[in-house]
């Protein structure tokens, strides 16, 4: 990886403590942006297959927050929130994301979505506090593969008949 920081190796330690998931959808840039921002779309694509959302508070503007359970296909709930720091239309989305506002290992993401014609490039930049935060998050509770689901899920929504 290039370094991109002052201090040698400034990016090294970033990217030990962060994934990076990407995918292309076969969708125009706007729509998967609303798709990605408007909860009456959210829900029914957010999370890893076979999971499901219940949204308990939800407002999109920058300081705003998103507060949802995911219920898991073994019937496991999931407390989550989100603070969203940054967003660009239809550009950019940065969030910090936790189970709850005083979360002390909640990580930041962003996702972009560049434009490719008929197609949108998403990127999810997730950095957490720790490498071992990071590391609990691919090991126990899969953020990969849970990341490529979600955004498979998104593809599926985006292309179907009710998006």
């Known amino acids: ?3 991109t920081g002052s201090e040698p190796g400034s990016r090294q330690a970033t990217s030990e403590r ?8 076969g969708a125009r840039r706007e729509l998967v942006f ?14 890893p297959d076979g999971f499901t959302t219940t949204t308990t508070a939800f407002e999109f503007r920058e300081g705003g927050e ?5 219920h898991g296909p073994d019937g496991t709930d999931y407390a989550n929130w989100i603070r969203w720091r940054e967003i660009v239309r239809p550009e950019r989305i940065r969030f910090v994301q936790g189970q709850s506002p005083d979360d002390p290992d ?4 962003t996702v972009t979505f560049e434009d490719n014609g008929d197609a949108t490039g998403v990127c999810l930049r997730t950095e957490f506090p720790t ?15 849970g990341g490529r689901q979600t955004l498979g899920r998104l593809a599926t929504y985006v292309a179907g008949p009710d998006s």
């Open 1 to 3: 990886m290039t370094a």
């Open 18 to 25: 962060e994934t990076v998931i990407s995918r292309t959808i």
């Open 34 to 47: 609303e798709a990605f921002t408007d909860i009456d779309h959210l829900a029914r694509w957010w999370g």
């Open 66 to 70: 998103w507060t949802f359970v995911m």
């Open 106 to 109: 909640a990580f930041e993401t």
């Open 131 to 145: 490498r071992e935060l990071r590391d609990r998050a691919v090991q126990r509770y899969g953020a990969i593969e």
